[in-house]
């Protein structure tokens, strides 16, 4: 039973790029939540999708978006890349619906640089 | 804003010592609680969680933790700790679970150290 997996697992950009990550759900997964991890730091939640919509957002400015597709995949996209971008990217998963279905599921991250 | 705190960023055992996270919470309402560890190398991974019910929580690998609500509180514990246990440690809420949606706000993290 595959897990969570992200692409790629390291990423080096320079100021004002743009960049785009993916991740596949668990298996019989439907709900992808993308998660922000500084050095240093806990996990901050950027935004879930389901149903191939947008459907909570954290305090992230519009220069992070994303996408899931009809296989339950997801992209974060994120432009104009700043400094302070430099961070572990993490994907979780999740089935929809029930309370049980809660604990998410996370990937191994994309390490993200920015020079 | 609903925040979570864990007291220790960097905790020093021997193996055997007995362990105690602490985590708090700030919100008021209804909140699933969760305890996930980050092994060296590894992704997050579930230690435990509470929903409901009997406040004292069994996870894996020995682990527990009691909600305590009048203390917005739910710490970790295990009696006697080993070198394997070593990692970092992130408690995280997920605030009134409803409609099936759920985000989770995490801890800073504790870095647990273990030494034979």
């Known amino acids: 039973d595959a897990g969570v997996t992200q692409s790629p697992t390291h990423l080096i950009k320079t100021r004002g790029q743009q960049v785009t990550l993916r991740c596949s759900p668990k298996?019989?997964?439907?709900?992808v939540s993308w998660y922000q991890q500084a050095l240093g730091q806990g996990p901050q939640f950027i935004f879930q999708?389901?149903?191939?919509?947008?459907?909570q957002r954290g305090n992230f400015p519009d220069r992070f978006s994303g996408h899931q597709f009809p296989n339950y995949s997801s992209e974060l996209n994120v432009n104009a890349l700043l400094l302070g971008d430099s961070a572990l990217y993490l994907c979780?998963?999740?089935?929809?619906?029930?309370?049980?279905?809660?604990?998410?599921?996370f990937g191994d991250g994309t390490r993200l640089s920015i020079l | 804003a609903q925040s979570v705190s864990q007291h220790n960023h960097h905790v020093i055992l021997s193996e055997a010592a007995s362990l105690e996270l602490g985590c708090n919470y700030s919100?008021?309402?209804?909140?699933?609680l969760f305890w996930y560890v980050q092994y060296p190398g590894q992704h997050l991974q579930l230690l435990l969680k509470?929903?409901?019910?009997?406040?004292l929580v069994k996870g894996i690998k020995g682990f527990e933790a009691e909600f305590i609500k009048s203390k917005f509180s739910f710490n970790l514990r295990k009696p006697s700790v080993q070198w394997s246990d070593t990692a970092e440690y992130f408690c995280?809420?997920?605030?009134?679970?409803?409609?099936?949606?759920?985000?989770?706000?995490f801890g800073a993290g504790t870095r647990l150290a273990v030494h034979p």
């Open positions: 979780a998963s999740s089935l929809f619906g029930t309370e049980e279905n809660q604990p998410q599921h």
């Open positions: 298996s019989g997964h439907d709900t």
């Open positions: 919100y008021g309402g209804t909140v699933n």
């Open positions: 509470y929903f409901s019910g009997d406040p």
């Open positions: 999708y389901y149903e191939e919509e947008e459907r």
């Open positions: 995280a809420v997920n605030l009134g679970f409803s409609g099936g949606y759920n985000k989770l706000i």
